[in-house]
């Protein structure tokens, strides 16, 4: 049985994303909202990914629960998802999966493989494109197996390629990647070209938080969802959904989440460091702290969204500002700040230092004191 979506990874946050949205349109009916099932794809040896891929083989779906405020209101409500149609694991099911990818029917490729997921491996070879060859250990590399044969059977059948990884212009990080493989392979020219011209790499930005797992699969969410991708020719989407994005302007989306959620968090965080706050503070209840929730407003108002109106993207930096505000009002969502606290420095360069460069730009003489102290502040300073 071969499916139009097939997806390598098991994490809940897909299998209340990404998987949600597809099971959501499916249910919708309304012809066309949905290409039709996945193929779920467990790309690691991990026990737990293991347990998942076989409560997921059922076919019987799972539960997601939905915790949180929307639009002032409390939410909390279960959703049965049953877009997975089969679940098979890449290394026990490597020749299944090969024949899938070499049929027509699939027509789009999710992935989410964690941070480290486009690394490669001293161990992969081009002995690995033989027909009776074991699985590549690294992601790119099976996926260049698995895209090779796809060249060599079905060569005009159209391929989508939608990787959730949190990278940026992922879609093109992954396309290089697996080009720049296939070349160190001396694979066929012709496949190379039709690797970088024929399949259709896109990039995307993903952002819902998935709290918890649900045993032995399912998960915990809330009730925001926000997958973007960027338009280009010849794209294919896996379904239509309220929470999918299509936009021109992917950098627009990747700056308002990372000035005003990934650096609202980093700066409560900075807070709870420099301030000695209590070690098990959450973001619920820093926000509910009179100054330090004024503090974080301060932030917003007098150093963030001062750059996104000299880009003239105010409204909309306002409407994604409600929404961050409800997510970190969540009561069900017990957000630690010292987790957010963890890889502090290198998350402040990556969170902070672009917004006061952004500003240097297009708002110069903008005091940004917060931030700048924030960045000026030493790992040593802070109180132990």
Not at 298 to 306: G, K, R, S, T, Y
């Amino acid at each position: 049985m071969t499916t139009p979506i097939l997806q390598f990874g098991t994490s809940r946050f897909l299998l209340a994303h990404v998987d949600l949205f597809i099971s959501e349109a499916l249910a919708a009916g309304d012809g066309g909202q949905a290409l039709g099932g996945i193929t779920i794809v467990q790309s690691t040896g991990s026990p737990a990914s293991r347990t998942r891929v076989q409560a997921l083989a059922s076919g019987e779906g799972y539960p997601v629960r939905i915790r949180g405020l929307e639009d002032g209101q409390v939410v909390d409500r279960t959703i049965r998802s049953t877009s997975i149609e089969r679940a098979l694991g890449a290394s026990e099911d490597w020749p299944a999966l090969r024949d899938l990818f070499g049929d027509a029917v699939l027509k789009v490729v999710v992935s989410n493989t964690a941070d480290r997921g486009y690394l490669l491996h001293d161990g992969d070879n081009a002995s690995s494109l033989l027909h009776d060859a074991a699985a590549p250990t690294s992601f790119p590399a099976k996926l260049l197996v698995l895209l090779h044969g796809r060249w060599r059977r079905c060569p005009s059948a159209p391929l989508t390629l939608l990787p959730c990884e949190l990278i940026e212009r992922n879609g093109e990080v992954l396309r290089d990647t697996v080009a720049g493989l296939a070349a160190e392979w001396r694979t066929e020219p012709e496949f190379v070209s039709w690797l970088e011209r024929h399949c259709v790499w896109a990039n995307s930005l993903v952002d819902r938080i998935v709290s918890e797992a649900i045993e032995p699969v399912g998960a915990v969410a809330e009730p925001y969802a926000l997958w973007a991708v960027e338009t280009q020719p010849g794209l294919v989407l896996p379904c239509r959904h309220p929470a999918i994005v299509l936009t021109q302007n992917l950098d627009l989306h990747e700056r308002l989440k990372l000035f005003l959620l990934n650096a609202a968090h980093t700066f409560l965080a900075e807070r709870w460091l420099a301030d000695g706050r209590p070690a098990q503070e959450t973001v619920l209840q820093a926000m509910n702290d009179p100054a330090l929730g004024a503090e974080l407003e301060a932030l917003w108002q007098d150093e963030i969204l001062p750059v996104f109106a000299a880009r003239g993207e105010s409204e909309l930096a306002l409407s994604y500002l409600v929404s961050v505000r409800e997510r970190f009002r969540n009561p069900f969502l017990a957000h630690r700040l010292a987790d957010i606290a963890q890889n502090h420095q290198q998350k402040k360069q990556r969170r902070l230092a672009p917004i006061v460069a952004l500003a240097e730009q297009v708002a110069p003489g903008l005091a940004q004191d917060r931030l700048r102290l924030a960045l000026g502040r030493i790992q040593a300073g802070y109180p132990t």
